[in-house]
Protein backbone atom coordinates (compact mmCIF):
# COMPACT_ATOMS: atom_id res chain seq x y z
CA UNK A 1 0.00 0.00 0.00
CA UNK A 2 2.23 2.25 -1.34
CA UNK A 3 4.82 3.73 1.46
CA UNK A 4 1.87 3.57 4.23
CA UNK A 5 1.92 0.26 5.75
CA UNK A 6 -0.80 -1.39 7.33
CA UNK A 7 -0.80 -2.20 11.16
CA UNK A 8 -4.25 -3.47 11.62
CA UNK A 9 -7.27 -4.03 9.34
CA UNK A 10 -10.34 -6.20 9.67
CA UNK A 11 -13.92 -5.81 8.70
CA UNK A 12 -14.60 -2.40 10.61
CA UNK A 13 -11.50 -1.02 11.25
CA UNK A 14 -8.22 -0.31 9.74
CA UNK A 15 -4.92 1.31 10.91
CA UNK A 16 -1.77 2.47 8.47
CA UNK A 17 1.37 4.11 9.52
CA UNK A 18 1.53 7.47 7.67
CA UNK A 19 4.56 8.91 5.69
CA UNK A 20 5.53 12.14 5.83
CA UNK A 21 4.36 14.41 2.87
CA UNK A 22 1.06 12.85 2.74
CA UNK A 23 -2.35 14.56 3.43
CA UNK A 24 -4.70 12.52 5.12
CA UNK A 25 -7.67 14.28 3.49
CA UNK A 26 -7.88 15.76 0.20
CA UNK A 27 -7.47 19.73 0.33
CA UNK A 28 -9.19 20.74 -2.99
CA UNK A 29 -5.96 20.63 -5.16
CA UNK A 30 -7.14 17.44 -6.29
CA UNK A 31 -3.69 15.78 -4.72
CA UNK A 32 -3.27 12.20 -3.81
CA UNK A 33 -4.55 11.67 0.08
CA UNK A 34 -4.28 8.97 2.55
CA UNK A 35 -7.52 8.55 2.55
CA UNK A 36 -6.89 7.38 -1.28
CA UNK A 37 -4.38 4.88 -0.58
CA UNK A 38 -6.44 3.36 1.49
CA UNK A 39 -9.54 3.16 -0.53
CA UNK A 40 -6.80 1.46 -3.28
CA UNK A 41 -5.85 -0.88 -0.87
CA UNK A 42 -9.10 -1.58 -0.18
CA UNK A 43 -10.54 -2.02 -3.89
CA UNK A 44 -7.39 -4.22 -4.43
CA UNK A 45 -9.15 -6.38 -1.90
CA UNK A 46 -12.40 -7.12 -3.64
CA UNK A 47 -13.60 -4.03 -1.09
CA UNK A 48 -14.01 -1.24 -3.45
CA UNK A 49 -17.13 -0.19 -2.40
CA UNK A 50 -15.72 0.67 1.21
CA UNK A 51 -15.03 4.48 1.75
CA UNK A 52 -12.57 4.72 4.75
CA UNK A 53 -13.20 7.38 7.18
CA UNK A 54 -10.20 8.81 9.10
CA UNK A 55 -10.59 8.94 12.71
CA UNK A 56 -8.43 11.26 13.19
CA UNK A 57 -5.67 13.54 11.04
CA UNK A 58 -2.03 13.64 11.63
CA UNK A 59 -0.39 17.35 9.62
CA UNK A 60 0.98 16.17 6.16
CA UNK A 61 4.53 16.28 8.03
CA UNK A 62 3.82 13.93 10.85
CA UNK A 63 3.72 10.29 10.33
CA UNK A 64 2.36 8.00 12.02
CA UNK A 65 -0.76 5.79 13.01
CA UNK A 66 -3.44 6.82 11.55
CA UNK A 67 -6.80 4.96 12.17
CA UNK A 68 -9.61 4.65 9.94
CA UNK A 69 -13.23 3.30 10.03
CA UNK A 70 -14.53 0.93 7.42
CA UNK A 71 -17.97 0.59 8.54
CA UNK A 72 -20.31 3.74 8.57
CA UNK A 73 -22.45 1.97 11.42
CA UNK A 74 -19.34 1.71 13.79
CA UNK A 75 -18.65 5.66 13.36
CA UNK A 76 -20.74 7.11 15.90
CA UNK A 77 -18.66 4.42 18.61
CA UNK A 78 -15.62 5.44 17.22
CA UNK A 79 -16.67 9.57 17.56
CA UNK A 80 -17.82 9.09 21.20
CA UNK A 81 -14.45 7.58 21.88
CA UNK A 82 -12.49 10.43 20.65
CA UNK A 83 -14.77 12.94 22.33
CA UNK A 84 -15.01 11.18 25.68
CA UNK A 85 -11.20 11.18 25.60
CA UNK A 86 -11.70 6.96 25.93
CA UNK A 87 -8.75 6.89 22.82
CA UNK A 88 -5.50 7.26 23.94
CA UNK A 89 -2.69 8.74 21.49
CA UNK A 90 0.82 8.75 22.32
CA UNK A 91 3.56 10.57 20.31
CA UNK A 92 6.73 10.98 20.00
CA UNK A 93 8.73 13.86 19.47
CA UNK A 94 12.57 15.19 19.70
CA UNK A 95 13.19 18.38 20.40
CA UNK A 96 16.96 19.81 20.78
CA UNK A 97 18.69 20.44 24.13
CA UNK A 98 18.28 18.27 27.09
CA UNK A 99 14.35 18.57 28.25
CA UNK A 100 14.34 19.67 32.00
CA UNK A 101 11.36 17.60 33.29
CA UNK A 102 11.38 13.85 34.03
CA UNK A 103 7.52 14.96 33.37
CA UNK A 104 5.56 17.48 32.48
CA UNK A 105 1.74 18.17 32.30
CA UNK A 106 1.03 21.46 29.97
CA UNK A 107 -2.51 22.21 30.68
CA UNK A 108 -2.78 26.00 28.47
CA UNK A 109 -5.61 26.74 26.38
CA UNK A 110 -4.95 27.22 22.30
CA UNK A 111 -6.27 29.29 19.59
CA UNK A 112 -5.93 30.34 16.34
CA UNK A 113 -2.99 33.31 15.84
CA UNK A 114 -4.36 36.48 14.73
CA UNK A 115 -1.55 37.29 12.37
CA UNK A 116 -0.63 34.05 10.84
CA UNK A 117 -3.50 31.89 9.17
CA UNK A 118 -1.11 28.79 9.68
CA UNK A 119 -0.54 29.29 12.92
CA UNK A 120 -2.08 28.26 16.50
CA UNK A 121 -0.92 30.06 19.94
CA UNK A 122 -0.97 29.23 23.51
CA UNK A 123 -3.97 31.21 25.31
CA UNK A 124 -4.80 33.39 28.16
CA UNK A 125 -7.12 31.75 30.65
CA UNK A 126 -10.69 31.96 29.62
CA UNK A 127 -9.68 31.86 25.53
CA UNK A 128 -9.21 29.60 23.65
CA UNK A 129 -10.01 26.18 23.76
CA UNK A 130 -8.97 23.86 26.58
CA UNK A 131 -5.70 21.82 25.56
CA UNK A 132 -3.80 19.23 28.05
CA UNK A 133 -0.55 17.44 27.03
CA UNK A 134 1.61 15.30 28.88
CA UNK A 135 5.00 14.99 28.31
CA UNK A 136 7.65 12.65 29.33
CA UNK A 137 10.96 12.38 28.77
CA UNK A 138 12.51 9.30 27.42
CA UNK A 139 16.07 9.62 26.71
CA UNK A 140 19.04 12.56 25.95
CA UNK A 141 21.77 11.95 23.63
CA UNK A 142 23.40 13.66 21.18
CA UNK A 143 22.36 17.13 22.16
CA UNK A 144 18.62 16.06 21.61
CA UNK A 145 15.94 14.98 23.55
CA UNK A 146 13.42 12.05 22.87
CA UNK A 147 10.29 12.87 23.98
CA UNK A 148 6.92 10.71 24.56
CA UNK A 149 3.68 12.46 24.71
CA UNK A 150 0.07 11.38 24.82
CA UNK A 151 -2.51 14.03 24.06
CA UNK A 152 -5.50 14.55 26.86
CA UNK A 153 -7.36 16.82 24.19
CA UNK A 154 -7.29 16.85 20.76
CA UNK A 155 -6.45 20.59 18.98
CA UNK A 156 -4.55 21.51 15.81
CA UNK A 157 -0.92 21.66 16.34
CA UNK A 158 -1.32 20.88 20.14
CA UNK A 159 1.74 19.02 20.81
CA UNK A 160 3.53 21.28 18.17
CA UNK A 161 2.18 24.27 20.13
CA UNK A 162 2.33 23.28 23.75
CA UNK A 163 6.03 22.13 23.54
CA UNK A 164 7.45 25.43 22.00
CA UNK A 165 5.33 27.21 24.42
CA UNK A 166 8.01 25.51 26.69
CA UNK A 167 10.92 26.45 25.19
CA UNK A 168 11.52 23.31 22.87
CA UNK A 169 9.95 23.05 20.11
CA UNK A 170 9.87 20.34 17.78
CA UNK A 171 12.95 19.49 15.63
CA UNK A 172 12.53 20.25 11.81
CA UNK A 173 8.92 22.03 13.00
CA UNK A 174 9.82 25.49 11.17
CA UNK A 175 6.22 27.11 11.88
CA UNK A 176 7.02 27.23 15.48
CA UNK A 177 10.79 27.64 15.65
CA UNK A 178 12.07 24.20 15.81
CA UNK A 179 15.71 23.20 14.82
CA UNK A 180 16.32 22.30 11.52
CA UNK A 181 16.36 18.99 10.21
CA UNK A 182 17.55 16.99 7.12
CA UNK A 183 14.88 14.44 8.34
CA UNK A 184 11.92 16.02 8.47
CA UNK A 185 9.13 16.98 10.83
CA UNK A 186 10.25 14.76 14.04
CA UNK A 187 7.07 13.74 15.55
CA UNK A 188 5.29 10.59 14.95
CA UNK A 189 2.27 9.04 16.25
CA UNK A 190 3.58 5.86 17.87
CA UNK A 191 0.54 4.07 19.63
CA UNK A 192 -3.24 4.18 20.08
CA UNK A 193 -5.35 2.74 22.21
CA UNK A 194 -9.44 2.29 22.21
CA UNK A 195 -12.31 0.18 22.63
CA UNK A 196 -13.67 -2.01 19.10
CA UNK A 197 -16.75 -0.77 18.35
CA UNK A 198 -18.01 -4.18 17.29
CA UNK A 199 -16.25 -6.68 20.11
CA UNK A 200 -15.63 -3.77 22.53
CA UNK A 201 -12.12 -5.98 22.72
CA UNK A 202 -9.40 -3.06 24.08
CA UNK A 203 -7.09 -2.86 21.39
CA UNK A 204 -3.18 -1.44 21.16
CA UNK A 205 -1.72 -0.84 18.20
CA UNK A 206 1.27 0.41 17.83
CA UNK A 207 3.89 1.26 14.48
CA UNK A 208 7.25 -0.01 14.03
CA UNK A 209 9.84 1.50 16.05
CA UNK A 210 10.69 5.08 14.01
CA UNK A 211 14.31 5.07 13.63
CA UNK A 212 14.39 8.28 11.72
CA UNK A 213 13.18 10.05 14.96
CA UNK A 214 15.93 8.12 17.01
CA UNK A 215 18.44 5.29 16.02
CA UNK A 216 16.97 2.42 18.46
CA UNK A 217 14.29 1.69 20.45
CA UNK A 218 13.58 2.91 24.19
CA UNK A 219 12.35 1.01 26.87
CA UNK A 220 8.86 1.81 28.22
Same mark, same amino acid.
Given at each position: MDDARVIYEDEVLLACDKPAGILVHGDGTGARTLTDVVAGHLAAEGRAGVRPQAVQRLDVETTGLVLFSLDRAAQPALDAQVAGHDMRKCYLAVVAGRFPWAQRDVRVPIGRDRHDARRMRVCHPGMGKPAETRVRRLAVRDGRSLLLVELGT?????????????????????????????????? !???????? !????????RLETAWPARLWPEPVGL
Open positions: GRRHQIRVHLASLGFPVVGDALYGGARSTRGLLL !HAWREELD !HPVTGERL
